[in-house]
T-cell receptor, first 117, second 115 residues
Framework: AQKITQTQPGMFVQEKEAVTLDCTYDTSDPSYGLFWYKQPSSGEMIFLIYQGSYDQQNATEGRYSLNFQKARKSANLVISASQLGDSAMYFCAMREVGSGNTGKLIFGQGTTLQVKP | EAEVAQSPRYKITEKSQAVAFWCDPISGHATLYWYRQILGQGPELLVQFQDESVVDDSQLPKDRFSAERLKGVDSTLKIQPAELGDSAMYLC?????????????FGPGTRLTVL
């Protein structure tokens, strides 16, 4: 069973508008972390934001925020005031840290975001 | 700001040849990861090190792939012989420890093309 699902292969957003990238996950481990990475065409994976399974508040980092809905097992990334430089592939990833897990990251298929001027 | 270094950035080789990739993690990071990313997909873990020890190599094709981190610092990933299906981006990442909150920081990757 796929553990991380990103259902939007591609998204468009107008410059300066906000956009939400969807991510749902599946785990029976009560202790896990959720991450979002940005991958520009150059290939490097850039860490954006982290949310822990026990965190009570949604994570925020500058223009990035994570809409964490634990009961729905969703961890959507919200980018406010989109910029042309935000055009990239975005990956949601999960790390399980329970018994038997080594803590590796499990990635979704990614969402390509294009920001229109 | 400290970064993960990888070389080469690009590698073109013919099938059946040997290739090697090098990774230097952020100083002080105990965990090191090698991921393979096929075009259009998310990265998948090949091997994970904690210091110089292999923690997880369950997805490493051991008949042709090998990885080492002899002194617990930099690491080398080798493919011998390379096959057409090995064409992919090979990403190295490092982290302080393998806990839930640990963030993995990635290098620029090595883009391998096997002809």
């Amino acid at each position: 069973a796929q553990k991380i699902t990103q259902t939007q292969p591609g998204m468009f957003v107008q410059e300066k508008e906000a956009v939400t990238l969807d991510c749902t996950y599946d785990t029976s481990d009560p202790s896990y972390g959720l991450f979002w990475y940005k991958q520009p065409s150059s290939g490097e994976m850039i860490f954006l934001i982290y949310q822990g399974s026990y965190d009570q508040q949604n994570a925020t980092e500058g223009r990035y925020s994570l809409n964490f809905q634990k009961a729905r097992k969703s961890a959507n990334l919200v980018i406010s005031a989109s910029q042309l430089g935000d055009s990239a592939m975005y990956f949601c990833a999960m790390r399980e840290v329970g018994s038997g897990n080594t803590g590796k990251l499990i990635f979704g298929q990614g969402t390509t975001l294009q920001v229109k001027p | 700001e400290a970064e993960v270094a990888q070389s080469p950035r690009y590698k073109i080789t013919e099938k059946s040849q040997a290739v090697a990739f090098w990774c230097d993690p952020i100083s002080g990071h105990a965990t090191l990861y090698w991921y393979r990313q096929i075009l259009g997909q998310g990265p998948e873990l090949l091997v994970q090190f904690q210091d110089e020890s292999v923690v997880d190599d369950s997805q490493l094709p051991k008949d042709r792939f090998s990885a080492e981190r002899l002194k617990g610092v930099d690491s080398t990933l080798k493919i011998q012989p390379a096959e057409l299906g090995d064409s992919a981006m090979y990403l190295c990442a490092s982290g302080r420890r393998a806990g839930r909150t640990d963030t993995q920081y990635f290098g620029p990757g090595t883009r391998l093309t096997v002809l």
